[in-house]
């Protein structure tokens, strides 16, 4: 593999200094990065010393490096997985054809479009949770916010390499671009919707790093598939990284369902509400409103777009090696569409559906992280049950996005829908309730009322231990 660079301007293992060109390219792009970060980074925590892990290389146990440091002086880098001798197309058209180590002319546009988009979510996200170091449980949990927000940084300047080096001149007015848009901005705002929505609380923070990091693992996942290699590299170590989002979603929801739990029992009336906690009907529209606009993320249930990328061999499916059939000609996946008011299904070519069956591995491991979460509750002794809404409700794109349906699937009319509405996703007041509970607690040892502690801490740290250092 390419040697390490550590100490270089810009750390790296792609052997950047043999290419001064590229090189000098970047280190222009490095100080807009630095002041896009100190402009819509974490507000008012820029001289905090954080207790951050950094890739130093990409070997498994070799990448994360723990100490204090301040998060303007992160050591961003560019790190790739190490290239496999021989390695061919897993899948489409070229299916075992050697993998391309540049981008092949007829498909620089449909490239590009794929790692913009990518790029696009990492500063995206940084910039949508920007706020919420002031309102942090606790410390532990400011720390991993910054983990979170330094390594979307990192992932961002992934897909910023790739566009400098492989793209030329567009690739470079591209990453350009990635520093000028905006999440929630009206003239220039993020590419998707779901990373231009406001993430103003901890509690839709949580539901960010289950739900819509939990996408950006299957988007990663079907990118590392892809026949462009540098593409595949550079994903297969984000996802790495990106492990790390889904655990500090998935168990900072399990812990405020730990904590409502025992503050339902200390109420006379089983209202976790009346103690300052997350209820669990209200945790329940949360989940729905989050899951739901992260479906759309898949795009549309048949999709002419995704069954090229497919074919072509830009991005593959969750885990490629798992299929029998990875050309995907002949083959038919039922798809429910709505027609005449009805639910119908009906059988699409497996490569139009290629959509689907990226979201269909999202939905089941979603419900695995839901079922651990009921496990908390059914272990506490109270009967209620978190459930994820049908794929139907609440969409935006796809099949579904001109129709209602309540979470079990059932279609509603205008009316119906107008009628209900507040019992599926959280209305104004529980958005002015749940801002209220959001006490910043920041004594090293102590948390917020309304989340339990983490069973354990950081890298082998104690819960107690002081994981942000205020300048
Ligand atoms: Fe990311
Ligand atoms: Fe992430």
Known sequence: MAGMALNDKIPNNVDLSTDKRLQRALEKWQPNYINWWKEMGPVGHQADSVYLRTALSV??????????????DYRWGIFLEPKTADKKIGFGDNMGKPVWDEVPGEFRNALRRLIVTQGDTEPAS????????????SLYDMRNLFQVNVEEGRHLWAMVYLLHRYFGRDGREEAEDLLMRRSGDEDKPRILGAFNEPTDHWLSFFLFAMFTDRDGKYQLAALAESAFDPLARTCSFMLTEEAHHLFVGE????????RTCELMKKDPNDDARAQGGVDLPTLQKYINQWYSVCLDLFGGESSSNAADSFASGLKGRYKEKKYDDHQCMEGFKEIDFVEGGKIITKEIAMRSAMNEYLREDYITDCQRAVDRWNKIISKAGISFEIRLPSSRFNRNIGNFS????????KMLSDVEWEAQKASFVSSEEDEIYVLSIMKPCTEPGKIANWIAPPRRGINGQPFEYEYVKKA
């Open 402 to 409: 001109d129709y209602h349906f309540d979470p079990s699937g």
């Open 126 to 137: 940084v910039e949508q949770q920007r706020a919420l170091g002031d309102t942090a449980p």
């Open 59 to 72: 070997e498994s146990g070799g990448w994360a490096n723990f100490s204090h440091v301040k998060m303007p």
């Open 251 to 258: 168990t900072g929801v399990g812990r405020i369902i730990e």
